[in-house]
Protein backbone atom coordinates (compact mmCIF):
# COMPACT_ATOMS: atom_id res chain seq x y z
CA UNK A 1 0.00 0.00 0.00
CA UNK A 2 0.91 3.52 -0.41
CA UNK A 3 3.06 4.72 2.48
CA UNK A 4 5.19 8.12 3.34
CA UNK A 5 7.02 8.27 6.73
CA UNK A 6 8.49 11.13 7.23
CA UNK A 7 11.53 11.71 9.92
CA UNK A 8 14.15 14.00 10.84
CA UNK A 9 11.99 15.99 13.06
CA UNK A 10 12.49 17.47 16.74
CA UNK A 11 13.90 20.13 19.09
CA UNK A 12 16.25 22.55 17.96
CA UNK A 13 17.56 26.09 19.11
CA UNK A 14 16.57 29.21 17.10
CA UNK A 15 18.82 29.33 14.56
CA UNK A 16 19.58 25.91 14.28
CA UNK A 17 18.90 23.64 10.95
CA UNK A 18 17.15 19.58 10.65
CA UNK A 19 16.78 18.06 7.70
CA UNK A 20 13.65 16.24 7.49
CA UNK A 21 13.26 12.98 5.17
CA UNK A 22 10.22 11.83 3.78
CA UNK A 23 10.51 7.80 2.32
CA UNK A 24 7.93 7.13 -0.48
CA UNK A 25 6.30 3.56 -1.04
CA UNK A 26 3.61 2.06 -3.13
CA UNK A 27 3.76 3.98 -6.09
CA UNK A 28 5.68 5.51 -8.62
CA UNK A 29 7.58 8.16 -7.01
CA UNK A 30 9.71 9.27 -9.66
CA UNK A 31 6.40 10.46 -11.66
CA UNK A 32 4.86 12.61 -8.79
CA UNK A 33 5.54 16.16 -7.83
CA UNK A 34 6.45 16.07 -4.37
CA UNK A 35 5.59 18.87 -1.55
CA UNK A 36 5.86 20.08 2.17
CA UNK A 37 3.02 21.43 4.03
CA UNK A 38 2.97 22.41 8.07
CA UNK A 39 0.18 22.93 10.13
CA UNK A 40 0.03 24.32 13.61
CA UNK A 41 -2.43 23.51 16.34
CA UNK A 42 -6.54 24.46 15.36
CA UNK A 43 -5.50 25.70 11.52
CA UNK A 44 -5.61 24.36 8.68
CA UNK A 45 -2.40 23.33 6.53
CA UNK A 46 0.17 25.27 5.01
CA UNK A 47 2.38 25.56 1.77
CA UNK A 48 6.10 24.65 2.50
CA UNK A 49 8.06 23.84 -0.23
CA UNK A 50 7.30 21.74 -3.80
CA UNK A 51 9.75 19.90 -5.96
CA UNK A 52 8.69 18.49 -10.05
CA UNK A 53 9.20 14.66 -10.43
CA UNK A 54 12.56 15.37 -12.39
CA UNK A 55 14.11 17.95 -9.65
CA UNK A 56 13.91 20.82 -12.03
CA UNK A 57 11.86 22.74 -10.62
CA UNK A 58 11.26 23.82 -6.96
CA UNK A 59 8.24 26.25 -5.15
CA UNK A 60 8.55 28.18 -2.15
CA UNK A 61 6.39 30.12 -0.14
CA UNK A 62 7.70 32.86 0.93
CA UNK A 63 8.29 32.80 4.65
CA UNK A 64 10.91 30.08 3.78
CA UNK A 65 12.74 31.04 0.89
CA UNK A 66 16.23 31.42 1.65
CA UNK A 67 16.29 29.34 4.64
CA UNK A 68 14.88 25.75 3.11
CA UNK A 69 15.62 23.60 0.64
CA UNK A 70 13.72 21.21 -1.11
CA UNK A 71 15.03 18.19 -2.91
CA UNK A 72 14.50 14.24 -3.88
CA UNK A 73 16.25 11.35 -4.60
CA UNK A 74 14.26 9.32 -7.15
CA UNK A 75 16.47 6.13 -6.54
CA UNK A 76 15.90 6.11 -2.97
CA UNK A 77 12.09 7.21 -3.12
CA UNK A 78 13.19 9.96 -0.80
CA UNK A 79 12.45 13.55 -0.67
CA UNK A 80 13.69 15.98 1.54
CA UNK A 81 13.64 19.58 3.51
CA UNK A 82 16.84 20.97 4.37
CA UNK A 83 15.66 24.20 6.89
CA UNK A 84 17.96 26.31 8.09
CA UNK A 85 18.33 29.38 10.22
CA UNK A 86 15.22 27.86 12.06
CA UNK A 87 12.75 30.58 13.94
CA UNK A 88 10.28 30.12 16.81
CA UNK A 89 7.17 30.55 14.19
CA UNK A 90 8.49 27.59 12.74
CA UNK A 91 7.33 25.28 15.32
CA UNK A 92 5.08 22.55 13.68
CA UNK A 93 3.87 19.57 12.40
CA UNK A 94 5.52 18.82 8.76
CA UNK A 95 3.90 16.35 6.06
CA UNK A 96 5.05 15.57 2.76
CA UNK A 97 2.58 15.10 0.59
CA UNK A 98 2.84 13.43 -3.37
CA UNK A 99 1.37 15.62 -6.35
CA UNK A 100 0.15 13.67 -9.33
CA UNK A 101 0.01 17.22 -11.05
CA UNK A 102 2.32 20.00 -10.78
CA UNK A 103 0.04 21.88 -8.23
CA UNK A 104 2.85 23.77 -5.68
CA UNK A 105 0.75 25.40 -2.24
CA UNK A 106 -2.92 23.56 -3.80
CA UNK A 107 -3.25 21.18 -0.99
CA UNK A 108 -6.11 19.69 -2.28
CA UNK A 109 -4.68 18.24 -5.49
CA UNK A 110 -2.33 16.20 -3.68
CA UNK A 111 -3.61 12.59 -3.32
CA UNK A 112 -0.81 10.83 -0.67
CA UNK A 113 0.24 12.23 2.67
CA UNK A 114 2.38 11.28 5.40
CA UNK A 115 1.56 11.27 9.16
CA UNK A 116 3.74 14.13 9.98
CA UNK A 117 6.92 14.66 12.32
CA UNK A 118 7.02 17.60 14.63
CA UNK A 119 9.40 20.42 14.58
CA UNK A 120 10.09 22.00 18.00
CA UNK A 121 12.62 25.39 18.18
CA UNK A 122 13.29 26.61 20.87
CA UNK A 123 13.75 30.56 21.27
Known amino acids: QVQLVESGGGLVEAGGSLRLSCKASGFTFSSYAMGWFRQYPGTEREFVAAISWSDSSTYYSDFVKGRFTISRDNAKNTVYLQMNSLKSDDTAVYYC????????????????WGQGTQVTVSS
Open 97 to 112: AADPWWSGPISNDYEY
